[in-house]
């Protein structure tokens, strides 16, 4: 896993990522998704580059179910970005890294270019 990516350990520690970072970015997914595997190293790469403000943190959907259904995840790969504790962005599935991009990049500038 890229070194930029902590890994939950629980329920109770997602949400103290998420209240006590000013952004977070948590990436949801399990081993058993070869899509996702493929698809979180082009994210971390993306957020470090453009967005290096923002945490990203993984959460496994299989060790940690209660995590994805507190949060309203029923696919994997699921990234939710979140920005003083509120939820702004939800990509499930077929995810588009440049996507990603284009939505992040308005509510980053307001909150941390400002």
Known sequence: MPE????IENFDHLNDT????????????????????????KVAEMLEEKFP????VYSDTVKIPE????????AVPTILVFL?????IRAS?????DDLQIQIERPYN?????
């Open 67 to 74: 995590a994805a259904g507190q949060n309203r995840v029923f």
């Open 84 to 88: 003083d504790g509120r939820e702004y």
């Open 4 to 7: 930029n990516i902590k890994t």
């Open 53 to 56: 403000k923002l945490k990203m």
């Open 110 to 114: 307001m909150m941390f270019e400002n």
């Open 93 to 97: 599935r077929n995810i588009s890294v």
């Open 18 to 41: 998420i209240q006590n970072e000013d952004g977070v970015v948590v990436y949801f997914s399990h081993e058993a998704c070869n899509v996702c595997k493929v698809l979180k190293p």
